[in-house]
């Protein structure tokens, strides 16, 4: 089956940094999700984005589906931002395949 | 974004009991419901998937009399975990596609977190 990978794991930064998340996939896939858990548990959709770029405030996201690889930027950090960040990928039967996370805490 | 509701957000039950927990598609209807559990600092680990007015499939290694799952209607799936035994603590997140063919992206309830004393 397909399989995911975060990197990196752990990210501690100061409030005001930029950061970079990446999330690699063995195989191709339909679609892609970017998620933040809360630290209530609360998953929230950050980008649906199978391929292209897009953007959303301080977040934005690429996926290079020909190069398997999507990327999460979080630009000017904030504490708020802290939690748990997942990558998932579905191939093509519905099924979400996720990634181990990525938790970032943001420092003040 | 579509919005899907879980309750109860919290339950604590006694050894041997059993809970049910409701996940609903609140502005759009799904034939289709992901039922997972998460352990603490893991990732996600789907349990099974909710089919409306069929069956569910479960994952390998998830024990489908113990985790009961009934997708009654387009908007409606439970998950009962019966006789409960501590080692079901945990935390279960339903989810729900919305969108049509390959275009689904998917919709996370806030999840519940379930105690078994």
């Known amino acids: 089956g397909i399989q995911v990978e975060q990197s990196p794991p752990d990210l501690i930064l100061q409030e005001g940094a930029n950061s970079t998340l990446r999330c690699n996939f063995s195989d191709s896939v339909n679609n892609l999700q970017w998620f933040h858990q809360n630290p209530w548990g609360q998953l929230i959709n950050l980008f649906y984005?199978?391929?292209?770029?897009k953007q959303n405030g301080r977040l934005s996201a690429t996926t290079v589906a020909t190069e398997r690889y999507s990327l999460l930027y979080i630009s000017s950090s904030q504490t708020t931002d802290s939690g748990v960040y997942f990558c998932a990928v579905d191939d093509s039967n519905y099924q979400l395949i996720w990634g181990a996370g990525t938790k970032l805490i943001i420092k003040p | 974004g579509a919005v899907v509701s879980q309750h109860p957000s919290w339950v604590i039950c006694k050894s041997g009991t059993s809970v049910k927990i409701e996940c609903r598609s609140l502005d759009f209807q799904a034939t289709t419901m992901f039922w997972y559990r998460q352990f603490p600092k893991k990732s996600l680990m789907l349990m099974a998937t909710?089919?409306?007015?069929?069956?569910?499939?479960?994952e390998q290694g998830v024990e489908k009399d113990k985790f009961l799952i009934n997708h009654a209607s387009l908007t409606l799936s439970t998950l009962t975990v019966t006789s409960a035994h501590p080692e079901d603590s945990s935390f279960y997140i339903c989810?729900?596609?919305?969108?049509?063919?390959?275009?689904?992206?998917?919709?996370f309830g806030p999840g519940t977190r379930l105690t078994v004393l």
């Open positions: 989810s729900a596609p919305a969108g049509t063919g390959v275009l689904n992206e998917q919709f």
């Open positions: 909710s089919n409306e007015g069929s069956k569910a499939t479960y």
């Open positions: 984005i199978p391929s292209g770029t």
